[in-house]
């Protein structure tokens, strides 16, 4: 039984985890390539890309509020948010509730940026898939949100959908 679990075309369990691994691996590496039609310069870099994404998503956010979120330390989300504040894609404000700490939210162009890119990832990603039926479609969302809900749940964070 040792070769079935390096062996990643065996059957069974071992080997399906195996190429469920590489798939995912490899969705993850494909993600940032799914659109050939980028603009150098105009994108947002990964880090950025989620920041703005997760507060979209949500009330104006501490920085310890968004290192919980992403299971970070705060001086790596400091650092992060910092070029975003720098850039104008994002700002800081007080805390609407009375609280000391500050918080931070996306600007006007924060937003519109994210879009923009969120558009062409959409755009690429249909064209991937034009040629699957719905159902397909469908079912690929619901798997993949399962997974993901699964890991929020093991991490004991949940990532808020629309």
Request: charged fraction near 35%; glycine fraction near 6%.
């Amino acid at each position: 039984m040792e070769s079935d679990k390096r062996d990643p075309a065996a059957s069974g369990p071992i080997g399906t985890s195996w190429r469920l691994e590489r798939e995912i691996v490899l969705l993850a590496r494909h993600t940032a390539l799914v659109n050939k039609n980028r603009v150098v310069g105009q994108d947002l870099d990964r880090s950025a890309y989620l920041l703005l994404g997760r507060l979209e998503l949500s009330e104006p956010m501490t920085l310890k509020d968004l290192a919980d979120a992403f299971g970070l330390d705060v001086s790596t989300v400091n650092r992060q948010t910092a070029a975003l504040l720098r850039q104008g894609l994002a700002e800081r404000i007080a805390d609407p509730d009375g609280g000391t700490a500050r918080k931070l939210r996306p600007t006007a162009e924060g937003l519109r940026v994210l879009q923009s890119d969120r558009q062409r990832n959409v755009d690429g990603i249909d064209a991937l898939v034009a040629e699957w039926d719905e159902r397909d479609r469908r079912d690929l969302v619901a798997l993949l949100r399962k997974l993901n809900e699964e890991i929020e749940q093991r991490q004991g964070v949940s990532w808020p959908r629309d």
